[in-house]
Nanobody, 129 residues
Framework: QVQLVESGGGLVQAGDSLRLSCAAS????????MGWFRQAPGKEREFVAA????????FYVKSVNGRFTISIDNAKNTVFLQMNSLKPEDTAVYYC??????????????????????WGQGTQVTVSS
């Protein structure tokens, strides 16, 4: 069992930055690949970024490419999402998730919430214009 706890959300202005953290407990990250998703009011949960546990396979949704950076610190059992140049359309609850399946480029199944086994409770990010 893996427990995930997100932190770092808040209210910022357009153009600002935030760094989200997701701390895992119960098990180490070894063998788990990680993802960040977000969900705005009235919308479906959307894939944002994914990283494998060794940090050498990374994928982003097109809308955040170049602005967001996902990283993993296995020693601290923590995954991060650095968000720069935030826009009002980035406003959502952000969730981290863990999967025992490897994220690979073929098929892009990692963009589906059903690909993941464990979820955090989410952290609110609000970007004002």
């Amino acid at each position: 069992q893996v427990q995930l706890v997100e932190s770092g959300g808040g209210l910022v202005q357009a153009g600002d930055s935030l760094r989200l953290s997701c701390a895992a407990s119960g098990r180490t990250f070894s063998g788990y690949d990680m993802g960040w998703f977000r969900q705005a009011p009235g919308k479906e949960r959307e894939f944002v970024a994914a990283i494998n546990w060794s940090g050498d396979r990374i994928f982003y949704v097109k809308s955040v490419n170049g602005r967001f950076t996902i990283s993993i610190d296995n020693a601290k059992n923590t995954v991060f999402l650095q968000m720069n140049s935030l826009k009002p359309e980035d406003t959502a609850v952000y969730y981290c998730a863990a999967t025992q399946r490897p994220i690979i480029s073929g098929g892009r199944s990692y963009v589906s919430p059903s690909f993941y086994d464990y979820w955090g409770q989410g952290t609110q990010v609000t970007v004002s214009s």
